[in-house]
């Protein structure tokens, strides 16, 4: 850490302890009256995560027949069924499983899959078919279709400096916001002022209106994202990374009452075609860990059962090894859904089958976006076929 | 009514990127029109002289750590051809060329990761890109890097893949509602064969390709791939999807329907020749009404070259412009998908206007470029992406001197508004002088300075 960031950090703790004592006490209990529905927090984990070695089919011969160095024995895995087993990392999956907080699908994904990161993530952003091309995210249209709420610039929000292609909707887009201290000190620049205080584009009609209403929003929401920010401090210790501290950012602002419904956050580093052992083991052990936290802190403030947290990766991993002690490329992977009110916990669906492959790889079993109709629908309360663009049939896990 | 000068700026940043530096005698605008046309004559490829290019046939040969090793190295030879080229773009010599060739790589989108397979791409797309659509739509379906991109490669007589098929009608040509779903399949069997030999270039594979007789938009023949791409070209439909594109790209993304309606009969009657449409557009008198001036929200790339050739800004470190193209959602040969980069407001999020606006400051400052920039779904090794984002600092020079010599005539009191439509499109003052924060100025220099980088800074400079 140079002396800049240092002095950037420390600055960040002494300004939180100045925040006045009535702030808090008049935003907490107000918000969490009026909070309804559930809000959702999306954790992507950026570059094909590996499920095959996430939760381990282990009685599947097929499993150590194609992965006779990659596979992880039995003994050594955090067991959740008679077929099934966590990643001995994962040790955060398998304590929210223990408790009830975790639900499983496997071999999620979608018709005529693609192998390529940027398609097939794509793919899961926008909710296309593998044969479309949307310029939307299946967030985004949410706004768009003006979903109840989203009048709110900060309706959703991406723990990150820039926004990803889910939360872009054709007239409205979420927010992003790494760093509110940050963020609202870059808007602090004189000329924001300015050029405020002269707009004369009321109409947002105009390309020109549109930018000066983006700029409004962007500047007003700064600064309420940045207050709520300060309202609540976590003790708990999240992984020293990048995933511990935005999940830390979002626990902070829903627990300080944010009207924010949908929060997101990704990680990357899972495209392991080398080290996989090593690599997995690593991260595993970060998002599991990290997310836990997270839990605990919602628990703590009682907002764990309003609060819904879907775990994926644009695509699961071939189930062969290569040659290289990693993994290629594959199709369908596991989505994990986390809350404290699930409706059906634990393993959701058959765990894959790895005798009936197709070019090597998994046949997804359930389509990605139903799961995304299900969150919108039963957990934001609002009509999926506005966003999604079709009608899926809805799961029961929430 | 807007000004002559007004007009040439106009015709310049819809044409090209905008006045350059250099331009410092102001010429009419019948001169400004006529070079707009005669500086393309020219056609040079864009060549890295000093890269290594590996051929298909030489990457099967090697081990797959050797091809990994290889292949990274290749992706970062893409982002070199990336900065060649917007280096083209701001210089000041055949604006109309790479204008017109930028509008068609977000036509014909493609991304792929072998190097040659995009310098032998981008070329083919900037050598036809003020010729013949015709031509284009034949050079460019026969490009590796398409064939690759849409799967053609894999297109076979036993195992079609429609892929390029589909896209060729629904994004390049005909648009979707105008072409059924068994002309994709039957097209799709004219293209079976059409694959790339060892030595990248591209091969009708005989024996891969199907021979029997097809039904394609109700004709029944023994067509081929050629055969299928001059039968799109023969309908109508094409010239108005194409032409229509244009317009939202180069006038208003708000289409006056009849206007595209009279360009795309003279386009199609006119043999498809792009030089004559884009004559046509610019020399019409409803180019230069209020309501097409100002109307567009720049892309990011017109954005950074519009910077660089302003204010003739030289690089010390461009590898940074990488990372501002892919933070602003616009990269060079990365597009997000087939269709092209959606454009419009698209282009707008709390982040990348905020990264907009700070941008001239930063670069005028040489800032560090503090923004975390999301993992490149291209980069196959992790440590790419990291060692990439050490280089955010932008370190550059402006060209303040020659700068400032366009302002020299002008009076203290009219810079303001000089200023304003010189570097603006809108038509109308941003803010009046006396409400700036920034007043008190030792120099007509540092005024001048000042003045500039507050004005690019504006909502209003994100139109053109």
């Known amino acids: 850490m140079n002396r800049r960031r240092f002095i950037k950090y420390s600055g960040l703790t002494s300004t939180a302890a100045l925040v006045p004592g009535f702030i808090q006490a008049l935003v907490a209990p107000f918000n969490q009256l009026a909070f309804q529905g559930k809000r959702l927090v999306i954790v992507q984990l950026s570059g094909g995560n590996d499920g095959l070695n996430a939760l381990v089919p282990f009685r599947d011969d097929n499993y150590y027949k194609l992965r006779p160095k990659l596979g992880i024995k039995a003994d050594s895995l955090l067991k959740i069924s008679q077929e ?315 | 009514m807007i000004t002559e000068q007004q007009k040439i700026q106009h015709l310049l940043r819809r044409s090209g990127f905008g006045d350059s530096i250099k331009n410092l005698v102001s010429e009419s605008f019948e001169t400004n029109f006529n070079s707009v046309f005669t500086s393309n004559s020219k056609f040079e490829e864009i060549y890295l002289p000093d890269e290594e290019r590996i051929t298909t046939g030489e990457l099967l040969k090697m081990t797959p750590e050797e091809r990994k090793e290889i292949l990274d190295d290749l992706a970062a030879n893409i982002k070199k051809l990336n900065l060649e080229w917007l280096k083209i773009m701001g210089s000041a010599k055949g604006q109309l060329r790479e204008k017109m060739a930028f509008f068609w790589h977000g036509h014909f989108a493609v991304r792929v990761r072998g190097f040659a397979q995009v310098e032998s791409y981008i070329n083919t797309v900037r050598k036809y890109a003020l010729g013949n659509f015709s031509d284009l739509l034949m050079a460019v379906s026969k490009e590796p890097a398409m064939l690759r991109f849409l799967n053609n490669v894999q297109n076979k007589k036993n195992s079609p893949n429609e892929n390029f098929a589909r896209e060729v009608m629904e994004l390049f040509t005909l648009g979707r509602g105008n072409y059924s779903e068994n002309d994709i399949k039957e097209a799709a069997r004219a293209f079976t064969g059409w694959g790339i030999d060892e030595d990248d270039t591209f091969l009708l594979k005989e024996n891969q390709h199907d021979y029997g007789s097809k039904t394609i938009f109700g004709k029944t023949g023994n067509w081929s791939g050629e055969d299928v791409i001059k039968m799109i070209l023969a309908r109508k439909e094409t010239a108005l999807f194409v032409v229509r594109k244009i317009y939202r790209f180069f006038v208003n993304e708000n289409v006056d329907e009849n206007q595209v309606k009279l360009l795309a009969d003279k386009f199609f009657n006119d043999n498809y020749n792009i030089t004559n449409l884009m004559k046509s557009i610019f020399e019409s008198d409803w180019f230069y009404e209020p309501k097409n001036i100002s109307c567009n929200i720049k892309s990011p790339i017109e954005l950074l070259v519009g910077l660089n050739k302003t204010f003739g800004i030289s690089y010390d470190n461009p590898q940074a412009l990488l990372v501002v193209q892919r933070v602003l959602g616009q990269m060079l040969f990365f597009p997000p998908n087939v269709a092209g980069w959606a454009g419009g407001r698209n282009w707008i999020d709390n982040s990348t206007l905020i990264t907009r606006m700070n941008l001239p400051k930063r670069l005028a400052e040489a800032a560090d470029f503090e923004v975390a920039v999301k993992d490149d779904m291209n980069d196959e090794s992790p440590g790419a992406m990291r060692k990439a984002s050490n280089r955010n600092t932008l370190i550059c020079s402006f060209n303040w001197e020659l700068f400032y010599q366009r302002f020299q005539q002008t009076k203290e009191e009219d810079l303001w508004k000089t200023m304003c439509d010189y570097l603006l499109s809108s038509i109308n003052l941003p803010i009046e002088p006396e409400n700036l924060k920034i007043q008190k100025f030792d120099s007509k220099s540092s005024k001048i300075k000042a003045y500039s980088l507050y004005i690019v800074r504006l909502p209003e400079y994100q139109l053109t």
């Not at chain 1, 899972?270 to 836990?292: C, K």
């Not at chain 1, 089958?353 to 309360?381: C, N, P, S, V």
Request: charged share 25%.
């Open chain 1, 84 to 398: 099934a087993g966590f990643h001995p990392a994962l040790q955060g999956f398998k304590q929210l499983f223990d408790k009830g907080y975790l639900s499983i699908y496997n071999s999620v994904g979608y018709p005529n899959p693609d192998r390529s990161h940027f398609r097939s993530m794509d793919i899961w952003h926008t909710g296309s078919n593998s044969d479309e091309y949307f310029n939307t995210g299946w967030i985004g249209r949410m706004l768009d279709a003006n979903c109840p709420g989203s009048e709110k610039p900060y309706y959703v929000i991406e723990a990150d400096d820039t926004l990803s292609l889910a939360m872009k909707g054709a007239d409205k887009s979420g927010f992003a916001v790494r760093d509110p201290e940050k963020l609202r000190n870059a808007l602090r620049d004189p000329i924001y002022d300015d050029i405020q205080k002269n707009n004369t584009h009321l109409e947002t009609q105009s390309q020109l209106g549109f930018l000066y209403k983006t700029l409004a929003e962007t500047t007003s929401s700064a600064d309420y994202i940045y207050s709520k920010s300060k309202i609540y401090q976590s003790t708990k210790l999240y992984p020293q990374h990048e995933i511990g501290k935005s999940l830390k950012e979002i626990a902070e602002l829903i627990n300080s009452g944010i009207e924010s419904k949908v929060f997101y956050t990704s990680m990357s580093g899972f495209d392991t075609h080398v080290r996989q052992l090593e690599t997995q083991n690593r991260l595993f052990g970060i998002v599991g860990s990290a997310i836990e936290t997270l839990v605990d802190d919602l628990i703590a403030s009682n907002n764990f059962n309003d609060t819904v947290i879907m775990v994926f990766s644009e695509f699961g991993r071939r189930v062969k090894q290569n040659a290289s002690g990693g993994t290629d490329h594959g199709t369908a992977n596991n989505v994990y859904i986390i809350n404290g009110a699930l409706k059906e916990q634990g393993i959701c669906n058959p765990i894959s089958d790895l005798t009936i492959l197709e070019d090597g790889d998994l046949i997804h079993q359930l389509d990605f976006r139903q799961i995304y109709a299900t969150l919108i629908e039963k957990g934001i309360g609002f009509d999926h076929t506005k966003t999604l663009m079709r009608k899926f049939e809805l799961l029961d896990f929430i």
